[in-house]
């Protein structure tokens, strides 16, 4: 928890960008029956059986100093697609990055390990060496800011009905681009010294 708490006091430095990264499934449905649109004096009518479509996830990145995110839709949630997410954040969005100081879960595809099995090993080295990682403690999940935004996407833009990839794509890049043209970032307040005293419980009892 500290460590990760000592990244968010960083300033902001272009060099090492501070990005906070998340995922989450969102189940794909389609209307079996089209549904009534809204009238004046009736509210729009959705017919409760529908028909599953397969289920999509997506990554999440969040650099909350520069108020940016940026999300990527894939099938699955595997090692390989990680990897390639991560390949992505470093080549595609931040190219001209130093190093990326990367804060995640602890959930076991998000490992190194992972750029190994999925690339050669020079590229899976290079990968690795592109990143300083900090991971977020067990039951600590809120510590994580794309936590935050994840949240905020389920409610603003996946709490309805969607039924292909490709709609769900193009949903979430919109919702994304708008965002980011608000530069909507994140206050963190929470600090080392406000742990120490708003979860003493969680620290161990030293008897001098």
């Known amino acids: 928890m500290e460590d990760v ?3 968010y006091t960083r300033p902001y430095d272009p060099k090492r960008p501070q990005v906070c990264m998340d995922e989450t499934t969102k189940q794909l449905v389609a209307d079996i029956l089209e549904p009534i649109p809204a ?4 509210v729009e009518r959705i017919d409760y059986e529908y ?3 397969g289920v999509a996830d997506l990554f999440m990145f969040f650099e909350p100093l520069a108020g940016k995110r940026f999300v990527k839709v894939t099938d699955r949630r595997t090692r390989k697609d990680w990897a390639e997410a991560m390949r992505d954040l470093s080549d595609v969005i931040y190219p001209q990055a130093e190093k990326i100081v990367i804060v995640m879960d602890n959930l ?6 992972s750029f190994y099995e999925t ?5 899976a080295r290079r990968l690795t060496n592109r990143f300083e990682f900090h991971l977020s403690p067990k039951h600590g999940s809120w510590l994580n800011m794309a936590e935050i935004e994840l949240g905020i ?10 039924s292909d990839k490709t709609i769900l794509a193009s949903e979430v890049t ?5 965002r980011n043209a608000k530069v909507v970032s994140v206050d963190w307040r929470f600090t080392t010294a406000d742990a120490r005293i708003k979860l003493k419980y969680l620290y161990p009892v030293i008897h001098l």
């Not at 009238?39 to 009736?42: A, L, S, Y």
């Open 153 to 162: 996407l389920i409610r603003q833009c996946l709490s309805r009905r969607i």
């Open 119 to 123: 690339f050669e090993p020079e590229e």
């Open 174 to 178: 919109a919702w994304q681009n708008d």
């Open 5 to 7: 708490l000592e990244v």
């Open 39 to 42: 009238q004046p004096g009736q």
């Open 51 to 53: 028909k599953r479509e």
């Open 108 to 113: 076991n595809t998000h490992s190194p390990a």
